[in-house]
């Protein structure tokens, strides 16, 4: 645990930053689905992601099916969600 | 559903030519994880599916996080597996 978990205010800040994701039940992770036309544009914006995420060094967890991403961030080392999470999430949203 | 279901006799012989592949429990999908050294090379690897997917129009479900990937290949439209699954499948394998 060398990462900073954030506290419940800096959560809910994160959360009023990012309309379209929400809090896992146990609050550990924040979560979001992405639409697509096709899976031409879902693996598009993974790839965009992906580069992103490298970049970051912070990975997401993933799941996707044609044209839908189901996108979970956490941070492991901080046994539940930190400040790479929302600067992840939050450089996901400018792809959008 | 307009494509056929494998037999059970076409099935064995899928799985027979797909070591690393099991049968999921319902018996509608194949199913492998395949683990990489890091992400970059486990995105490299889904970068050359979804090439191959697109062009056999024939898409994954799967999940990954960092350096591990668990596909599923079924087809919906045959409400189980058919002969597209195994061709992806025979495809992927021939990238490893």
Redesign the interface.
Known sequence: MTIAQLTQQECETMLGNLPGWSLRSDGKAIERTFEFAD??RA?GF??SV?IL??KQDH????????NKVEMTLTTHDAGGLSQRDATLAEAIEALL
């Open positions: 899976f031409v693996f993974m790839s992906a995420a490298e990975h997401p967890e993933w799941f996707n099916v044609y």
